[in-house]
């Protein structure tokens, strides 16, 4: 029964966590709470104190104003007094058990709670250290989704400047191919003017030189043979006539 009223004891000690309901609106936190002058209630990592193993302290406190500091105490022999003496509570042999295992209890809590207290601290410490990890992770991972969001949209407006310099380099090959064409058109049509100019070279030389072959045909067909000896003649004596001016 005292196992029984210690874990009440406890029960009504602990302290009460306010938990607050979380709003699915997007406010901010600036404008849902001040946390300068009213501050979040933090949940305690380590019970409060007591005093005789069971008796929280507030209790204490509660008698001091009223009865002093020897008030619970009195109260607390008293009402057990009362109890007994009223057979309220029976000594039955439950009673003899639950104070051996009381007994026992004290003994084990005081030999063996603060090394299983170091040991069970130590465990939540790496759980809570693993969440915090997992936490810092978790945000360094969505700070470098922002990073890479923020450079994936730099990039993005550089492909705009990209694809202005593609769509000119394209304008300058379609330019140069225009140009490359033109000049092999305009090679070829001087090839087709210069073939048909060296055509019209070449028939007109033809036609002199047959011209001056006919004119010469027939210019030597008319004249006879005592023509041909006068004019030799006369050339023999004009050369004659020539040398005696030359010497």
Known sequence: MLSRLATR????????????????????????????????????????K???????????????????????????????????????????????????????????????????????????????HDWRNYRD?????????????????????????LFDAKRENVALQLEAAYRERLATVHAEVKKKLDYQLETANVKTRLQQKHMVDWIVSNVKASITPAQEAASLKQCIADLKGLAPKVA
């Open 9 to 48: 004891s406890l029960q009504e000690a602990r302290p009460v966590v306010l938990v607050r309901a979380t709003s699915t609106t997007a406010v901010r936190a600036a404008e849902e709470r001040d946390e300068v002058n009213f501050p979040r209630p933090v949940r305690p990592v380590d019970p409060g």
């Open 50 to 128: 007591v005093r005789l193993g069971f008796i929280p302290e507030e209790w204490f406190q509660f008698f001091y104003p009223k009865t002093g500091v020897t008030g619970p105490y009195v109260f607390g022999v008293g009402l057990t007094t009362y109890l007994c003496s009223k057979e309220i509570y029976v000594m039955e042999h439950e009673y003899y058990s639950g104070l051996s295992l009381l007994i026992m209890a004290v003994f084990a809590v005081k030999k063996f709670g603060p090394s299983l207290g170091q040991s069970l601290d130590k465990e939540i410490d790496a759980i809570e």
């Open 137 to 161: 992770e978790s945000i360094q991972g969505l700070k470098d989704s922002v990073e890479q969001e923020k450079a994936a949209q730099a990039s993005a407006q550089g492909e705009s400047m």
